[in-house]
């Protein structure tokens, strides 16, 4: 069987899927849920309820701020309780609205059954209507608007579908428990996406540690009957879910600094965002809930969760049992790519997908030492940049230059910091180089907008 893989960089950390065994269980509803208005890329959204209002599960409570926002719903049925600033997972605020849980009743015309709808709608304007009425994001972290993926600007042309079952991130499991449980419509949503495309070629991409998954994959295929869709083993390697390195290793197609993947004809979508786009469609359900894996060496007890949007980190973690006594940081995420979580009354977003728990020996750091110019760190970055040059002119604070030496183009992967024999944090300093270039690029494109909109006067 051969792998595909892309062709720069990469590492192979320890898989370390030791909740993959673990089926999606049902979280009970919490108390109360605390829904972000700025759980996306882009404008944070309006909210459209006031205090006091009855709301279902599904019902509209915010509506996108601009052409890149998204839709939210209520993923409850209770009364609105309050609208205001709340702290997110790392602190910083931001507005909430609080809905307290009174049963669990759903909007009008949601279909909550497990009959799965198989006929592809005809007309691919209105699936991506349908996609921009459920709120669809991107669920492989990013959470862009999916339907501002799917609608390519003037000139551009979908070639190919992707759907990412890599879930690359050690410890990471519940795309793999999507891909066994809810297969069929995974597979539904990849040939919406498909037609929406234009009916355009779709490959679901699967990393090799997940044979399970890759059988039941073809065997869907093969028993719905759909026409252009394949699965394409990938090897082993990180960062392979990599929306740039996947198209690689699909397409064997570079996309260039700054562009987008709709410039090489392709658009990828992760597999938990495929299940959304099948609900939204074909049972007019938004986004109201999510698959979160629980995990850890320290942590007792294993889990892929199904959680309402909106639900408090505390509640999962206590569900479970509470934080183990050996854990020293919690991460909402993976362990390359996640973010430390500082606070646990924060509540989740569309776009988690993990709580980890790490324990003190897991998360020190060995003293860092000096650059012994060994090049591991470039030989490792996905993106074939240099990450010890990133890093000194990062330090010395020469923006320009690490403009230069494309700092913007960083995924924050974490290969060069993992592979650097010296400790050294070769990513945190990049991170703030990469910060400042952006600022600098987006200064330089509003002033070049305010000036041609002067010149039109």
Not at 194 to 203: I, L, N, S, Y
Not at 324 to 331: G, R, T, V
């Amino acid at each position: 069987m051969s792998k595909h893989t892309f062709s720069i960089g990469g590492v192979h950390p320890h898989d370390n899927k030791i909740s993959r065994e673990c089926p999606i269980e049902q979280l009970p509803l919490a108390p109360s849920v605390y829904l972000s208005v700025a759980q996306h890329i882009g404008a944070p959204s309006v909210p459209v309820v006031a205090v006091g209002d009855k709301v279902k599960v599904g019902q509209v409570i915010a509506e996108p701020g601009g052409f890149v926002g998204a839709f939210i719903h209520s993923s409850v049925s209770g009364t609105v309780k309050s609208i205001g600033p709340r702290a997110d997972l790392a602190g910083r605020l931001s507005t909430h609205i609080e809905i307290a849980v009174e049963g669990d009743e759903w909007l009008e015309g949601i279909d909550t059954s497990d009959t799965l709808v198989t006929a592809i709608p005809e007309d691919p304007k209105a699936i991506i209507d349908k996609i921009r009425l459920g709120g669809v994001v991107g669920l492989g972290g990013a959470t862009f608007p999916t339907h501002v993926k799917l609608s390519p600007p003037p000139g551009s042309k979908c070639e190919r579908v992707i759907i990412n079952g890599c879930e690359c991130e050690p410890y990471l499991t519940s795309d793999f428990r999507t891909l066994l449980e809810k297969g069929e419509q995974v597979v539904v949503g990849a040939a919406l996406l498909k037609k929406a495309m234009g009916d355009v070629p779709c490959t679901i991409a699967i990393e090799e540690n997940k044979p399970e998954a890759i059988a039941h994959i073809r065997e869907v295929i093969a028993k719905l009957g759909y026409s252009g869709i394949d699965v394409m083993v990938m090897k082993m390697m990180y960062p392979q879910g990599g929306e740039k390195q996947l198209i690689d290793a699909v397409m064997h197609r570079q996309v260039g600094s700054g562009a987008l993947p709709i410039s090489v004809g392709a658009v990828v979508q992760n597999v938990a965002t495929a299940l959304a786009v099948y609900d939204a469609v074909q049972k007019n359900k938004p986004i109201v809930d999510n698959s979160v894996t629980v995990t850890g060496e320290c942590f007792p007890k294993q889990a892929n969760l199904l959680v309402r949007v909106g639900t408090p980190l505390r509640y999962i973690i206590d569900y479970l049992g509470g934080v183990p006594e050996e854990a020293a940081k919690i991460i909402s995420g993976g362990p390359m790519m996640g973010r430390a979580v500082a606070n646990l009354d924060a509540a989740t977003v569309k776009g988690t997908g993990a709580l980890l728990f790490l324990t003190e020996k897991q998360t020190r750091r060995a003293p860092e030492t000096h650059c012994i110019r060994c090049g591991k760190c470039a030989d490792a970055c996905p993106m074939g940049l240099e990450p010890f040059l990133l890093n000194k002119l990062s330090k010395a604070k020469d923006w320009d230059a690490c403009e230069a030496n494309a700092a913007q183009d960083c995924i924050e992967c974490g290969c060069c910091l993992y592979s650097c024999p010296a400790q050294i944090p070769l990513l945190d300093n990049i991170r703030v180089g990469k910060g400042f270039v952006l600022s600098a690029i987006r200064a330089r494109a509003a002033a070049a907008k305010a000036a041609a909109e002067a010149a039109k006067k």
